[in-house]
């Protein structure tokens, strides 16, 4: 029996077999050509190549695109007209109002995110702040509210946008109970300031659970006995949060105030589900500007397009930095 | 002002009991010391006692005012934490000043409290350090300083000297019995360390297991141990026990050395090794065969084994030459001698 069992994994491993005897040839041969170091480079390649296709590529030639006119897909097919999309976009008489610019759309969109950013990061930090302190605590099934706020992260923002779209829509939930309840109900997606509220409940509730246990992370990393130093010193419990608490999650705190502006700025599929940026243009965001005037208007413009997502990419890259900036010193200044 | 009353007191973490029924009274500016094996439930007890952990029966009176229920921020008392716990955000003055600043204090006071605990421990040029800038030794300073300036009605301070070298140790403690008997306010100090226990103590609590074995001096645990476990704990190294048979009030020892015993039946004889001598004449001996000589200059410790295998330690002053393998005769004045009986209880002479 165990004879069969032996022969079976032999044959299972077989392929396996043939494989490695395959490459070993072509890999000693490099490896006595460069050394030790460049085998680094053979088993670096795979994921070099997987970055240049799909990221490096598609960047340089997005930054080329920006620089080209007319409605052609083809690069080949488009001329060369330099920094006049740029132009177009940032070709304004007043940037507070949309409308005296010569792209009103894209103008509306850089506010709509803007207040989005603002209302819904703060939002976003109040509230998974309030989240991690009450799972921080001994409560009574602990671990179930972790899993429970942990949850919609791992859903996809498309299935998120369309159960809320089911909870919000003229004949959803919502509605449904109002009218149970004796209620008018209301057209929460057809109102501007509902609409805009929902996209930013929603796409906090989808994502706090991430924020959360990050501020949970640095509040466990907490030292007890300083909350113990403090209640022997007969601290409020107010004076321990201002004092103890705040300060000493600022780094974690500091990470996920900017991961959330990073992803707010770059916020999209949820809300595009949710209202596809009405009623009107008042939940239109700048990702969406961005997909509909190069991939889904009648007149695309795939030069405008990539110039507007080369200046959204810009302001990413800043806030990107800031974060590394910030946890890097957040990391330093666990290591002392 | 600092009398601690603990009356039966006992805790349980879920099923486990840790404390069982401890009865103990630490007068007023006493400084009492907590010592015993590692898990015997000295933290415990002394968490109990601040009110970080609520007992699960019994009494803590403070001063004569029941606190068994009270919050650890109503027994006016200060705690040193092992760890030394110092707001690692603060500076130093913040440290020292985070505490009164809770109790409304003056500000000219608060400054005049720091001033006066940064001369006492030395620490007046480290104000504006944060903890991460100071050494180990210093910290404990800072740790110390932040419980002094609460003015606290007792000091408790759980091994504060356990992080430090050996060296800093030996000074730290000399700086606290200094403290206390400049401050005079009572003490609840915890340490499984003998030497701190002893120098530092006017009063030794020894626990195991969550129950006290004895409450006494330090001479008083050293000369008249009350069972067995004490005798083996106190003192270093610790004390040679020899099992015996007692018959009509006499014993012999492995080797045939027989001594007056009072009991009967199985006891155990103790001798420390500072009671044990190199015999002179041919006098009845306690004949031992050399396993192991360490000689530390004013002293040598030896390690030797009975004639049934009983290990016997003796540390005998100066340098004699001796070395392993070779049979020596040990002698003791009856004075030095423990009787225990077969339930370790000790028995009197
Ligand atoms: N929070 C807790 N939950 C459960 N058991 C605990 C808890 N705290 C302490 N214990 C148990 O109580 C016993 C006494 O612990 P304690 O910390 O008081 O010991 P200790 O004498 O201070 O020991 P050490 O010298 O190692 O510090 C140990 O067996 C420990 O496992
Ligand atoms: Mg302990």
């Known amino acids: 029996m165990a004879g069969l069992g032996q022969t079976l994994g032999r044959a299972a491993t077989w392929p396996l077999t043939l494989a490695a005897r395959a490459v070993d040839p072509p890999l000693r041969a490099w490896q006595r050509r460069t050394g030790t170091g460049g085998m680094a480079a053979v088993f670096l390649a795979p994921n070099l190549l997987i970055f240049s296709v799909f990221v490096l590529v598609p960047l340089v030639l997005n930054f080329a695109y920006s620089m080209t006119g007319g409605t052609g897909i ?144 640095g509040l466990q990393a907490i030292p007890r006995d300083l909350y113990e130093a403090a209640e022997m010193d007969a601290t409020p419990p107010g004076r321990v949060f201002w004092r103890i608490t705040l300060p000493l999650l600022g780094p974690n705190l ?51 397009a990539a110039a507007a997502s080369i200046l959204m990419g810009a302001v990413l890259v800043v806030l990107t930095l800031i974060q590394l900036w910030l946890s890097r010193r957040a990391e330093g200044r666990k290591a002392r | 002002m600092g009398r601690i009353v603990l009356d039966g007191i006992t805790k349980s973490f879920g099923a486990t009991q840790v404390i069982h029924g401890i009865d103990l009274e630490i007068e007023e500016g006493e400084l009492a010391v907590f010592v015993g094996p590692s898990g015997c439930g000295k933290s415990t007890l ?59 204090m003056p500000k000219p006071e608060i400054a005049e409290r720091i001033d006066e605990a940064g001369r006492m421990l030395e620490i007046g040029e480290l104000m504006e350090r944060r903890p991460t800038q100071l050494s180990g030794g210093q910290r404990q300073r800072v740790a110390i300083g932040r419980a002094i300036v609460r003015n606290p009605t007792a000091f408790l301070l759980d091994e504060p000297l356990s992080n430090l070298d050996a060296e800093l140790r030996g000074t730290m403690r000399a700086e606290l019995a200094r403290l206390h008997a400049r401050l005079a306010t009572t003490m609840v100090y915890v340490t499984h360390d003998q030497v701190e226990a002893m120098t530092l103590a006017d009063k030794i ?29 106190i003192g270093a190294p610790n004390m040679n026990f020899f099992r015996v048979r007692a018959t ?92 225990f009986g077969a339930d370790g209880m000790r028995l009197e002479a």
């Open chain 1, 74 to 217: 083809l690069l080949g097919q488009r001329p060369f007209v330099g920094a006049e999309q740029y132009a177009r976009l940032l070709e304004c008489q007043d940037y507070t109002r949309p409308i005296t610019c010569r792209e009103d759309q894209f103008w509306t969109a850089v506010g709509n995110t803007a207040q989005f950013v603002i209302f819904q990061v703060s939002l976003m930090v109040v509230v998974s702040l309030i989240t991690a302190l009450i799972l921080n605590r001994d409560i009574r099934g602990r671990s179930f509210f972790r899993a429970v706020f942990f949850f919609p992260v791992l859903l996809s923002p498309v299935v998120v946008g369309l159960i809320w779209r089911w909870i919000l829509q003229r004949q959803g939930l919502l509605n449904l109970i109002m009218v149970k309840l004796g209620l008018e109900p209301e057209v929460w997606l057809n109102d501007r300031v509902y609409a805009f509220a929902a996209t930013i409940g929603v796409s906090t509730w989808a994502h706090m659970g991430f924020y959360t246990l990050i501020l949970l992370a």
């Open chain 1, 254 to 304: 500091a990470v996920v105030l900017v991961l959330a502006l990073i992803r707010g700025v770059q916020i999209f599929d949820e809300a595009y589900v949710l209202t596809g940026g009405g009623p009107g243009t008042s939940t239109l965001y700048l990702t969406q500007y961005i997909y509909e005037s190069g991939f889904a208007s009648l007149l695309r413009e795939p030069g405008l």
């Open chain 2, 46 to 104: 002394l968490r109990l006692i601040a009110g970080l952990d609520r007992p699960t029966s019994g009494r803590i009176e403070i001063n004569g005012r029941d606190v068994t229920r009270a919050s650890a921020a109503d027994r006016g008392l200060a705690m040193v934490f092992q760890s030394y716990a110092l707001y690692p955000h603060m500076t130093v003055r913040q440290n020292l000043s985070f505490g009164l600043e809770n109790t409304r």
């Open chain 2, 205 to 233: 609590v020894v626990l195991r297991g969550g129950r006290i074995e004895q409450v006494d001096t330090p001479l008083g645990l050293y000369n008249r141990p009350q069972n067995l476990f004490v005798a083996g704990f």
């Open chain 2, 248 to 339: 009509g009030g006499q014993a012999e020892l492995p080797g045939g050395l027989s001594l007056a015993v009072p009991g009967e039946g199985e006891v155990t004889v103790g001798i420390r090794p500072q009671g044990l001598h190199l015999a002179t004449g041919d006098g009845p001996a306690l004949e031992v065969v050399i396993r192991l000589v360490e000689a530390l200059g004013a002293e040598t410790v030896v390690h030797a084994d009975a004639a049934d295998g009983t290990p016997v330690v003796t540390v005998l002053s100066g340098q004699p030459s001796l070395a392993a393998g070779q049979p020596i005769r040990l002698a003791f004045d009856a004075d030095a001698v423990h009787f």
